[in-house]
Structures are given as C-alpha cells and as structure tokens.
C-alpha cells in the first residue's frame, strides 16, 4: 500500500508541474465550454445540457489521451521513477496511479464545469447529478486505459503524439461528439459502436439530456466497464 500511495503522490506533484497537463485538462476544456455556449445560445432553451455533454466527452477524451499516454512515455523518457529512486516494482502501482491522478486532476474541472452551466447559463441541477458524476469517472477509467495501453506500444514522444492524434481524431469525429451520429451512413454507424467514446457520449446525452437512471443506460456503462478492464489488463 505504501508503493502505491507514494506513487500516486509523486504523479499528482508532477501533474500539478506540467504545463500541458493544465491546459488539456482546464484551459482546453473550459475554452470549449464558453465557445460552444455563445455560439449555441445556451441561455435559451436546454441547448447548455448538449454543451455540457459535448465539453465533458471531449474533456474525458483529452484527460485519457493526453493526460494518459503522452504522460506515461514522457514519464519513462525522462527516467523519473530512477529519479525517485523508486524500487522496481510491478506494473499494477503504475496503472493505478495513473488513473487515479487523472480522475484528481481531471474531476473538479468537471464539478466546476456543472456549476458555471447552472449559475452562468441557467441550467437546473440534475436530480440524478451523482449518477452523472459517477458515469463521467467510469468514462475517465475507460479512455485513460485506452491511453496507457497506447504508451505502452510505442517507442518514443514521437510516435505516441502520432497515435494519440489518430485515436483523438477518430474518437472525436465518429463518437457523436462532434457531428450527430444520424449523419451517418448505416457501415459507419455499426463501425461507431465499436468506439468507447461513443458509448461515452450515449450515456451522457441519456442521464443528463433525457434524465435516465444508469440502470437505463446499462449498455453503456457494460461498454465503458469492458474497455477500463480490457484495457487495464
């Protein structure tokens, strides 16, 4: 327990240090947020629950991604367990760490995030905001293991921004996040299902658009909980 509490420790203080880390998981974010509110009216009507939608999916993505995988192979390259002079240990403190540093850094950017939706644009607080918080951490465990596991293929900075920005594109474009998935052709609907990040967008828009329970959005969260464990393993 000691290993993992210290390396936990150590991966938030460097979190903290990053510049990159700040603007992929505040800076980004919160510039989306305001930008598609203004241009969505999202005082008007409930157009400030699809914006909240769309901010968080594409948050999540960048926490995983990013945050994930361009910091686990920066990490390696710079030898920064030598540096801590951390004993060799196995890779399940790491995995561990890592997530749960994503989710420290990445989570009050979300409660943030739900209290300028209410007080900025007059969203009424979901009976079901604990649900909603809970499935957006599901969906953070999911995308982060998807980055861990590409930092774990490749060799160098250079080929881990290459695939982060493939997998970030392709989660973007083709999650619904972006472009609503009824423009889709039937093949590049099917090809969609197979995307976590679309299960990721589905369950948000059901909890927080349409008010469902998690019981109702149980596809989602099974899809979301197989990527994390997959993916983790």
């Given at each position: ?36 509110a203004q241009t969505n009216h999202a005082e008007q009507g409930g157009a400030i ?99 861990l596991i590409i930092a774990s293929v490749v060799n160098s900075m250079q080929e ?8 970030y594109m392709t989660m973007l474009f083709l999650s619904g996040a972006t472009f ?54």
């Amino acid at each position: 327990m000691k290993a993992y509490l210290a390396l936990i420790g150590i991966d938030i203080r460097l979190a903290f240090r990053q510049k990159a880390v700040i603007f992929f998981n505040y800076l980004m974010p919160f510039g989306f947020f305001f930008v598609f509110a203004q241009t969505n009216h999202a005082e008007q009507g409930g157009a400030i629950l699809q914006v909240v939608t769309m901010v968080a999916v594409l948050g999540t993505i960048g926490n995983g991604l990013f945050g994930g995988g361009m910091r686990a192979v920066q990490d390696r390259e710079a030898n920064i367990l030598r540096r801590y002079k951390v004993a060799p240990i196995s890779p399940l403190p790491l995995l561990l760490a890592s997530t749960v540093t994503g989710l420290i850094v990445y989570m009050p950017f979300v409660i943030a995030m739900l209290f300028l939706a209410h007080v900025q644009y007059g969203m009424q607080v979901p009976s079901n905001v604990v649900s909603i918080v809970g499935f957006i951490v599901l969906g953070v465990v999911a995308i982060r293991a998807i980055g861990l596991i590409i930092a774990s293929v490749v060799n160098s900075m250079q080929e881990v921004t290459v695939l982060v920005q493939i997998v970030y594109m392709t989660m973007l474009f083709l999650s619904g996040a972006t472009f609503p998935t009824t423009m889709f052709p039937g093949w590049l609907l099917i090809v969609s299902q197979f995307i976590p990040a679309t299960w990721l967008v589905t369950g948000l828009q059901g909890l927080l658009i349409r008010h469902e329970s998690l019981a109702a959005n149980w596809q989602a969260i099974a899809a979301l909980l197989l990527t994390a464990v997959i993916g983790l393993l």
